[in-house]
């Protein structure tokens, strides 16, 4: 399970561009999104860093651990 705290997730809106954003890379993904505390668990095959990326690039830049 990898998981990303995203500090601009605040809404239902913002939830589906994680979403559409994570399937984009493994379609089989699993997404969990918790809007209080921001953070993003997902089940996928990708690895953490191509996630990283591409959520960055949809707007969604996870918080530096």
């Keep these: 399970m990898i998981e990303f705290i995203l500090p601009d997730v605040s809404c239902g809106h913002c939830v589906g561009v994680v979403k559409k954003t994570v399937h984009a890379v493994d379609a089989n993904a ?17 690895d953490k860093t191509t996630l990283a990326h591409a959520l960055t690039a949809a707007g969604y830049a996870p918080a530096q651990s």
Excluded at 30 to 46: G, L, N, Q, W, Y
């Design 30 to 46: 699993t997404v969990e999104v918790d809007i209080p505390t921001k953070k993003v668990r997902i089940a996928s095959t990708a």
